[in-house]
């Protein structure tokens, strides 16, 4: 006499709830760090446009031997170079950054320093106050700064990093 083993096929409905409750668990811790992590993207992001763009900026005034000009609205920056746009960007489609500036605009030489010289390096200080304070002032956020000096040379930087080592801005 043959007799047909019965086969179960799939998940009962307690290995189907307990599998979600475990995925539920693990997706509650994970939602915290990927918060922090968008909102230094965010800074990262803006912080690296604004160092492209005055980059850019030196660049043309150097090949056009003319005076080139970084202007900065808000996230939003331009560049001209001889009375011509050359390029127009936004540092920050989100908007969740913020960008306080030491001065608005930077022109450079046709040898790549800014001038007039200024008195102290120019400083874009890049923040994402949704997310918190920066990690300098304890919080969650990494901060980031991009600095000019009166030779032009561009930098980006972390305030918040040990002075001496390479993303120190000191």
Not at 27 to 49: D, K, M
Not at 90 to 115: H, I, K, L, M, P
């Amino acid at each position: 006499m043959l007799t047909r083993l019965s086969r179960q096929a799939g998940f009962s409905l307690i290995e189907l709830v307990i599998t979600l409750a475990v995925l539920a668990i693990l997706i509650g811790f994970a939602i915290p760090g990927a918060r922090t992590w968008l909102q230094n993207s965010s800074v990262r992001s803006t912080t690296e446009s604004i160092q492209n763009g005055l980059q850019l900026a030196r660049a043309e005034a150097v090949r056009r031997n003319v005076f080139a000009t970084y202007a900065q609205s808000g996230t939003a920056w331009t560049v001209t170079a001889g009375g011509t746009t050359v390029q127009t960007a936004s540092s920050e489609a989100a908007g969740t950054a913020s960008v306080t500036a030491s001065q608005n605009s930077v022109t450079f030489s046709g040898v790549g320093w800014v001038t007039p010289v200024p008195a102290s390096t120019i400083t874009f200080d890049v923040i994402n106050p949704t997310g918190g304070t920066c990690v300098a002032a304890s919080g969650p956020i990494r901060c980031l700064r991009v600095t000019v000096t009166a030779g032009g040379q561009i930098r980006m930087c972390d305030p918040a990093a040990t002075s001496g080592t390479a993303a120190a801005c000191s």
